[in-house]
């Protein structure tokens, strides 16, 4: 059995990928969302073609029917097809899950422990994981963690400098996330300049609407931007990411924010968002480009705080062979990645101005021949790995 199905779950969605790792290819694809609500959408995308329906969807269980159902129309039949495994993503698996782990009941009481650390990913997480096993009752479900990758950091790295008892108790520490896209970039980077793994270091920036900057030293993270929670670090499309911690102490005691309003701000209304209006990396370059003055801001704080990272990151690795760009707006913007990177020159990076602007299927390079660092932008596919992960649980299990 070579079948897996990697379900990424959120509070009111199901995205999940059929791959066939005999060959690594996807076999369907889809979404079910608005779970919960008056009109939810299943969309699917098979061998036969793809399907699109609008009904109620009253729970994640009810959503792996319409999953099951997609299926069975336009294919592949998961109701005919032996799966091998389906593979979870699961956002915090805090200090304890240092890889990818077949679930049962004791780790799924883990996953729910430490949705303090996670309360906007890790109980939708565990949602999809109970309606999978519910649709697929005896086949293995392995959860793969965005933190797994960072365990490696060590200790100066994931340590914050508040008192150590109280960080201890509460499990206050740098985890990181993004995980699966940096692990996946950093071994596609390596493969892209015909490197060994563990003689590459690597720049990874993926840059979406959530956004980290990873240093890989030979295959191993030893540093990331996010922190305790994927908040800190770079600019996202409604997160703030770096902030003076004092910030939030003046404005409860200034502006009479309480802690919820603390935490919707910064979450949901700062990022892209606060500053221009908009979340949208695509809509913001078009806006600069006309001259709005929000616009232009926005897009020179982003880039400001990636090229922050990448020089923190250069210095912490001592020699960088590749930086690679990353998600949408790493993979699709031009005009941040030469942002982000010109003028350092001196650094051994040099940006090609045409090949920057010619986009490819796979993996290219954007820097110049004589860049002593390749500048590279890498597609991500978080459920590949996933799914490849998945398959290295059940050989470990």
């Given at each position: 059995m070579s079948i897996v199905l990697v379900v990424n779950s959120g509070s009111s969605s199901i995205k999940y990928q059929i791959l066939d790792m005999a060959d690594e290819s996807v076999l369907g694809r889809g979404l079910v969302e608005r779970i919960g609500g008056a009109a939810g959408l299943a969309t699917h995308i098979g061998p036969l073609g793809t399907s699109r329906r609008e009904a109620v969807i009253a729970s994640h269980t009810a959503g792996f029917e319409a999953v099951l159902d997609a299926c069975a129309s336009r294919g592949p039949d998961l109701g005919a097809i032996p799966l091998a495994a389906v593979g979870h993503r699961v956002v915090q698996g805090g200090a304890r899950f240092r890889g990818p782990t077949v679930i049962d009941t004791t780790?799924?009481?883990a996953i729910e422990d430490l949705s303090p650390l996670a309360p906007l990913h890790n109980p939708p997480n565990l949602v999809g994981i109970r309606a999978a096993t519910a649709a697929f009752p005896r086949v293995p479900q392995v959860a793969v963690f965005d933190t797994a990758f960072h365990h490696t950091m060590p200790p100066e790295a994931f340590t914050y400098a508040i008192e150590s008892a109280l960080a201890e108790t509460h499990g206050i520490r740098r985890y990181g996330f993004h995980g699966t896209s940096h692990k996946y970039v950093s071994e596609q980077a390596a493969a892209f300049l015909g490197q060994p793994l563990d003689r590459v270091n690597t720049i990874v920036l993926h840059i979406g609407n959530g956004a980290s900057a990873c240093a890989v030293q030979g295959g191993v993270s030893i540093d990331t931007s996010m922190g305790m929670t994927p908040l800190e670090g770079l600019v996202m499309g409604t997160r703030?990411?770096?902030?003076?911690?004092?910030?939030?102490?003046?404005?409860?005691?200034?502006?009479?924010?309480?802690?919820d309003a603390l935490d919707d701000l910064l979450n949901r209304?700062?990022?892209?968002?606060g500053l221009a209006g908009n979340s949208d990396m695509r809509d913001i370059e078009a806006a600069a480009a006309q001259g709005d003055g929000r616009a232009r801001l926005a897009l020179d704080v982003s880039c400001h705080r990636l090229r922050h990272y990448v020089g923190a990151y250069y210095a912490q690795l001592g020699h960088v062979d590749a930086i690679a760009f990353t998600a949408g707006v790493g993979e699709n913007s031009a005009g941040v990645r030469a942002k982000t990177l010109t003028g350092l020159e001196r650094l051994g990076i040099a940006i090609d101005a045409q090949r920057n602007g010619e986009p490819s299927s796979g993996a290219w390079r954007i820097s110049t021949d004589a860049s002593d660092v390749a500048v590279l932008v890498v597609p991500t596919n978080e459920e590949l790995e996933i799914a490849r992960q998945t398959l290295a649980a059940l050989t470990m299990a």
């Open positions: 780790v799924e009481a703030s990411g770096d902030l003076d911690p004092a910030i939030l102490i003046h404005l409860q005691r200034r502006a009479g924010l309480d802690v209304r700062s990022g892209l968002l």
